[in-house]
């Protein structure tokens, strides 16, 4: 069944209509008939709706996918590893298809420009993604070396699905986590839920369709419910959930935390960021300038990643101020369905006004603004223009909170030792950038860095092989690489006895007579 009611390949043009859900192998509206309205953040237009679940109706998918997972005995959890990802990869084939399609109705839906929607997403997500199946973990239990002690015996490790688990990706990379998130568990064999942000959810229907036209993959595996606040609690609240991966804001999370905690649900989340960028004295500055602004306003600034706090010393600070502001005047702001756009439109109506309330704190508490992009005249949407901001101190809320908007804020440091400190100095710890000319010097710098990932003279390069997660609010546990798919499995240890001695050596301790 296809869900979206209109194939053209310009986001202008997309209508998608009354999206459904997927629930127990049918498309399916919500039992409480409630609907959301699904914005064009390019233009504001309304282009669909979404239903906004209840209780209900994750309930029923939950109890659906746990009878299909049935303790691992179930159709799908019994096939082999290799036998799933020969089924998931007739999905990104499927997908590979309708990469025009996927592009536009991620850019309609999430406000991305085409350019992006286009390269990272429809076209780089199933690549991506098709990796991460590669290096699922065998079903083969691993041997271990034979123990003598307390007698001989043979041990092995095996790596088991969870059971089901919700799947919950972000709304500034729909397509791309909807994807990641449900392959990567369902390859391990689990059950699947699937519940995307009500900002980015089009593309998520997308999948659920290609998904469900596997005729390998047994209906009550995969569902696919939409909504909003109701259904995220009764979701994570689940007693029959064992495995939650969501991506996403800070309260957000302690909100799962708090409603996981009572079934002691296993948790992956991937959070915030207030990444630093620290530019050292001997950084190459035509280098450095374009990759500060690729680290900040990469899709408008939306991004967990994002380099959102500039670290430059006192001596170069203005030199390199003046060279920001100048190539912040070539980004062309505009119509995201452009594929001359270079900077589009944020997510909705409530981001434009987040953004430009920390901003106005910001000249509040003392800082300026010291460039901003135009934005021109006509356009419709959500828009809020590339913005730096100078003078800002670290203990400013523009420095502490994650703004989640093309804000880049500007900090001088007197000495590398002061950069350490005020990059620390934060409740996040996902990522950060270091700007030198001297590698060994930068790996130094590296290391003393509380985060989970620093890009040395770059930034923003993920990697399906390579594990991504943060330290402090910044989220539990890793997505990506082997770590990151491990995380939806279980790990069973074996222990065989060879001694072929009764009664056993140990057992003296209880039966001594």
């Not at 392959?183 to 959810?201: I, T």
């Not at 006192?314 to 101020?321: I, K, P, S």
């Not at 070539?330 to 439109?345: L, M, N």
């Not at 710098?445 to 997660?469: M, Q």
Request: with cysteine; proline share 6%.
């Amino acid at each position: 069944m296809e869900t979206t009611s209109a194939r053209q390949q310009s986001p202008r043009d997309v209508r998608v209509g009354d999206l459904r859900m997927y629930i127990e192998g049918d498309w399916c509206d919500p039992a409480n008939g409630r609907r959301i309205p699904i914005h064009n953040p390019g233009t504001g237009e309304v282009i669909g709706t979404i239903p906004d679940a209840g209780a209900d109706d994750v309930d029923r998918a939950v109890r659906a996918a746990d009878a299909a997972f049935a303790d691992g005995a179930g159709e799908w959890a019994s096939r082999t590893v290799a036998e799933r990802r020969v089924i998931l990869d007739r999905v990104l084939v499927t997908l590979e298809a309708r990469v025009q399609e996927i592009a536009a109705l991620e850019s309609a839906d999430a406000g991305m420009t085409i350019r992006n929607a286009t390269a990272f997403h429809a076209e780089g997500a199933p690549a991506f993604v098709r990796h991460t199946l590669e290096q699922a973990p065998s079903d083969v239990p691993q041997g271990l070396p034979l123990q003598e002690v307390p007698a001989l015996s043979a041990n092995y490790l095996r790596r088991e699905p969870i059971g089901v688990v919700a799947c919950m990706p972000p709304s500034n990379a729909g397509y791309m986590m909807s994807l990641y998130k449900a392959l990567a568990a369902l390859v391990c064999g689990n059950s699947v839920v699937l519940k995307p942000s009500p900002l980015c959810a089009v593309t998520s229907t997308v999948v659920a369709e290609a998904i469900a036209a596997e005729p390998e993959i047994p209906a009550d595996v995969f569902h696919l419910v939409l909504g909003d606040v109701e259904a995220g609690e009764a979701l994570t609240s689940h007693s029959l959930v064992r495995k939650i991966s969501f991506t996403g804001s800070v309260p957000t999370a302690k909100r799962i935390m708090a409603a996981a905690a009572p079934n002691l649900t296993d948790l992956t989340l991937e959070l915030g960021g207030k990444g630093p960028a620290i530019v050292c004295d001997d950084a190459d500055l035509d280098q450095a300038v374009d990759g500060i602004l690729w680290g900040v306003m990469w899709v408008s600034g939306q991004a967990c990643i994002a380099g959102s706090r500039l670290l430059v010393s006192e001596r170069r600070h203005d030199e390199l101020l003046d060279r920001l502001k100048s190539r912040l005047a070539t980004i062309k702001v505009g119509d995201p369905a452009d594929p001359d756009t270079d900077f589009g439109p944020v997510a909705s109506a409530d981001a434009v006004k987040r953004i430009a309330h920390y901003v106005d704190s910001a000249v509040y508490q003392g800082a300026r603004i010291a460039a901003q992009g135009v934005l021109p005249e006509g356009l419709g949407g959500y828009f809020y223009p590339p913005t730096i901001i100078d003078g800002v101190t670290n203990d400013m809320d523009i420095a502490r909170d994650e703004v989640f908007g093309p804000v880049l804020s500007v900090l001088t440091y007197r000495d590398i030792d002061d950069a350490v400190r005020i990059a620390n100095n934060s409740d996040f710890g996902l990522s950060a950038t270091v700007w030198s000319g001297d590698n060994v010097a930068a790996m130094a710098i590296a290391r003393r860095l509380r985060v989970g990932t620093v890009w040395i003279n770059e930034h923003h390069i993920l990697n399906s092989g390579i594990p991504f997660g943060g330290y402090k609010h910044s989220g539990i546990g890793r997505e990506f690489g082997l770590q990151g798919i491990e995380a939806f499995t279980e790990l069973k240890h074996i222990h065989l006895d060879l001694s072929g001695s009764t009664p056993n050596p140990a057992w003296a301790i209880l039966l001594g007579h």
